[in-house]
């Protein structure tokens, strides 16, 4: 199973749980936000680690990148793009 489709399995579970939603989004606040969105994850029973997440986000964001423009340095910055726990925790507020 890919990152992505752990993503969506939490994000289903963080959908149903409105206190595990908040757990994620308390990481925020903490010294070590991925360590501990990582941590809390695999409380739920899905493994996601550090690296995970942040080659997820470099790999989506280089596919994008590559989408765009032809792929050339000229390509439009694409904020918070690459950072998948920033992306993650954006659609968790929106079910709020």
Do not use: H
């Not at 149903?16 to 969105?37: E, H, I, K, V, Y």
């Not at 989408?67 to 726990?85: C, F, M, R, V």
């Amino acid at each position: 199973m890919n990152t992505g489709d752990l993503l969506e399995i939490l994000r289903e579970k963080a959908k149903a749980d409105s206190s595990l939603r908040g757990r994620l989004l308390d990481t925020r606040s903490s010294a070590t936000p991925l360590s501990d969105f990582c941590k809390i994850s695999r409380e739920v029973g899905v493994s996601l680690s550090e690296m995970d997440m942040i080659e997820f986000g470099e790999s989506s964001y280089a596919a994008m990148r590559r989408s765009t423009n032809g792929g050339g340095e000229n390509a439009p910055l694409l904020q918070w793009e690459d950072d998948a726990y920033e992306m993650f925790l954006m659609e968790l507020e929106l079910l709020k």
